[in-house]
């Protein structure tokens, strides 16, 4: 019991981390909402896995990365916003989902079950949290001049089809990651909330990532733990505990 809570917690705080990291950017750009929609296109990936008896992450995530290959390519083709494509491509994932996925153990599917994580779901999780982490602070600066302004990039020399596509595959590593902790319904609020609490209370570019991340690690410290105590699902308890530390600097910003 202890090692499986072990496993949840460090797969839980890569996970969540990474998510709230990389939702700095994504909020800059008002897209937080788009790992919702990708989110769902995970389903289809996480239905064959619970159909086959393995991973759910795994399953996620080629379906995602086609997902997010097919939005970055209608971008250079069509010039679409990103966000749009994003909604245009994900309602084939829902339909599609619905089509292998066992209503009876959907659950875990749609919510999230970190509380069954395996040492190579873990050790999965340790490794690409880590990757999107150091690819997001390493292109930091590059992705949140393209969410500014484009053209102001393009000028400064910053190769836009690469950092939309580091971007893009960041996002797609978290979604599908995401779909192990909170399921395919609440990937956008693992990005979105952890985020803009973080920008109510952050006086600076560098303190908005270091606050954004540690609201996503304590709210799954706490959202777990609180799983293990008493028994409910950790994905929907690790994003009221966000819901609520976003309240809380709410009411710090008014005072």
């Known amino acids: 019991m202890e090692s499986q809570l072990l496993l949840s917690l460090v797969s839980g705080i890569f996970i969540a981390g990474s998510a709230a990291y990389l939702g700095t950017l994504m909020l800059s750009r008002k897209m937080a909402v788009v790992a919702g929609p990708l989110g769902h ?10 159909v086959y008896g393995f991973s759910i992450s795994l399953g996620a995530f080629p379906f995602v990365v086609l997902g997010i290959v097919f939005i970055w390519l209608l971008e250079i083709r069509t010039k679409l916003p990103m ?21 009876n153990e959907a659950e875990a599917a749609l919510v999230g079950n970190i509380s069954k994580v395996g040492i190579y779901e873990t050790v ?13 602070n390493r292109s930091y600066k590059k992705i949140m001049l393209l969410n500014v302004h484009e053209d102001i990039a393009k000028t400064e020399g910053v190769n836009v089809r690469l950092y939309n596509l580091i971007y893009l ?45 540690a609201f996503g690690v304590l709210s799954a410290i706490i959202g777990i733990t609180s799983s293990a105590i008493t028994g409910l699902p950790a994905g929907p308890l690790v994003i009221i505990t966000s819901g609520i530390i976003f309240l809380i600097t709410v009411a710090v910003v008014r005072v």
């Open 169 to 213: 595959s960041s996002i797609a590593i978290i979604v599908a990651l995401g779909v192990d902790l909170v399921g395919g319904l609440m990937t956008a609020a693992l990005v979105a909330i952890p985020a803009a609490a973080a920008r109510n209370i952050s006086k600076t570019l560098v303190q908005y990532g270091v606050v954004s991340g």
């Open 124 to 136: 999965a999780a340790v490794v690409l949290g880590s990757a999107v982490f150091i690819a997001v």
């Open 83 to 103: 966000e749009t494509l994003t909604a245009t491509v994900f309602a084939a994932g829902v339909a599609t989902a619905f089509l292998f996925l066992p209503i």
């Open 41 to 50: 296109l995970a389903l289809p990936g996480a239905a064959l896995a619970i």
